[in-house]
Nanobody, 122 residues
Framework: QVRLVESGGDLVQPGGSLRLSCVFS????????MSWYRQTPGQERELVAG?????????RYAESVKGRFTISRDNAKNTVDLQMNNVEPEDTAVYFC??????????????WGQGTQVTVSS
């Protein structure tokens, strides 16, 4: 059974920085594609950043955060982090950690954390 626990959400001023962390509990963390999503009231959950399985060599970002956010993973600690720099009020949202894996038959499994609130305001 996979469990994801996010932390690091806070109130931060525009232009500031914040680091979110997600701890993965379960087996074979390195086999999971890990991502961060965010959601605001009344809106659909949107992908913020993703990192490939194993060595995490592949990353992808939403256009709105490119150059400001960096996703990274530590397979030894079973964690995935999101470094948020130069934050903007539009980054205010609940941020969710996601773990994605496919079995040998190609079936997808998705797991979610409970979310952590990020508020960008002066």
């Amino acid at each position: 059974q996979v469990r994801l626990v996010e932390s690091g959400g806070d109130l931060v001023q525009p232009g500031g920085s914040l680091r979110l962390s997600c701890v993965f509990s379960g087996n074979s963390f390195e086999s999971y594609i890990m991502s961060w999503y965010r959601q605001t009231p009344g809106q659909e959950r949107e992908l913020v950043a993703g990192i490939s399985r194993d060595d995490g060599a592949g990353t992808r970002y939403a256009e709105s955060v490119k150059g400001r956010f960096t996703i990274s993973r530590d397979n030894a600690k079973n964690t995935v982090d999101l470094q948020m720099n130069n934050v903007e009020p539009e980054d205010t949202a609940v941020y969710f950690c996601n773990a994605e894996i496919y079995d040998l038959g190609g079936r997808q499994y998705n797991y979610w954390g409970q979310g952590t609130q990020v508020t960008v305001s002066s």
